[in-house]
């Protein structure tokens, strides 16, 4: 009997020992996949945030009262005319390429690239685009040669307004205010500043 009972105990341990194996497995393999969806959420944080600082358009104004700045002239001949219609061919913000934009007004400038760090305190932005020669405060003769310190007078985002920029680059162009309807579903955007006219195409009928 007594060594039916020491038997009985030695066979119930080895079963408690299993459990508690299998419970302490269980846990770790938890943990372990609890932590590799906390990284891979992370890093999916961190492309993201990359994307939005690599285009330099985050928190940017969609829509705008469709004023000019002073001294912007109207395009002479340009490829679309005001009241027209062509595609989105840059991707400025979420659901502006492939979209259909009415051109509501087309004027000749020259366009430039900038970085610069925001009035607000923001973080610095790269390789904005657009900003024009009539956006930049006593600004010399266009072209401004690239690498050339400048004053925004354009509010296209929170902070851009007196913020000082560098010229990245430039081209002298048509520029376009726009309106269209995004193509992820948000609402229609009304004058939008600025597109030049390489980044859009004809409309097929």
Request: glycine share 10%; net charge negative.
């Amino acid at each position: 009997m007594k060594k039916y009972l020491l038997t009985a105990s030695a066979a119930l341990a080895l079963v408690l020992a299993g459990c508690a194996s299998e419970g302490e497995e269980q846990e770790k393999n938890g943990v372990e996949e609890t932590r590799g969806a906390d990284q891979n959420t992370a890093a999916d944080e961190n492309q993201d945030a990359g994307e939005q600082e690599e285009s330099g358009h985050e928190g940017m104004e969609h829509s705008s009262d469709g004023s000019i700045p002073d001294g912007l002239q109207e395009a002479a001949d340009p490829k679309y005319p005001v009241g027209s219609e062509a595609i989105i061919e840059t991707d400025h913000m979420p659901g502006m390429k492939g979209a259909t934009a009415t051109i509501v007004g087309a004027y000749g400038t020259t366009a430039y690239v900038i970085t610069y760090e925001p009035t607000d305190g923001g973080a610095k932005v790269e390789n904005h685009k657009w900003v024009i020669q009539e956006e930049l405060e006593d600004a010399p003769e266009a072209p401004v040669e690239d690498g050339t310190e400048v004053t925004v007078l354009a509010d296209h985002m929170k902070g851009m307004k007196g913020a000082e920029a560098v010229i990245e680059t430039s081209k002298e162009t048509t520029v376009y205010m726009i309106d269209y309807m995004p193509t992820d579903g948000g609402d229609e955007v009304k004058n939008h500043k600025w597109v030049t006219e390489d980044e859009l195409s004809a409309k097929e009928d």
